[in-house]
């Protein structure tokens, strides 16, 4: 149920941006994941596709960048990239890393219809 809150609060920033942007219809939603962030891309579509019904953002499709997850190792400071479950370093076995990318998420573009262009 994460997905739930989470794409409620992406809506907001979706219609927000959009309406600054006086957009009538909203097309494409990039989204940044993180493959930390425990957040299923299916979910998230599905919850945005029942959210929007009735507003301008009906329809859109979103489209997910994947960050892989990395580490950075306390005891060496080898950096490497890891599976969610593979907290070990590499290269000096120490079991000591700190994650310093993949639980990104947030809006990376929206691509918009503006009222300007509805020829
Ligand atoms: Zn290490």
Redesign the pocket.
Request: charged content about 25%; overall charge neutral.
């Given at each position: 149920m994460h997905e739930l809150a989470v794409t409620q609060s992406l809506l907001d920033i979706v219609l927000k941006e959009a309406g600054k942007a006086g957009a009538i219809r909203v097309n494409t939603v990039t989204l940044v994941i993180g493959e930390l962030s425990g957040l299923v891309d299916d979910s998230i579509q599905f919850y945005f596709d029942f959210m929007t019904k009735g507003t301008i953002a009906e329809g859109s499709k979103l489209h997910f960048k994947r960050v892989s997850a990395r580490m950075k190792?306390r005891?060496?400071g080898?950096e490497f990239i890891t599976t969610p479950n593979e907290w070990i370093?590499p290269?000096?076995g120490?079991w000591q890393a700190e994650v310093i990318a993949g639980k990104e998420f947030y809006v990376d573009s929206i691509e918009v219809d503006d009222a300007d262009k509805s020829t």
């Open positions: 190792c005891a060496c080898e370093c290269k000096c120490q």
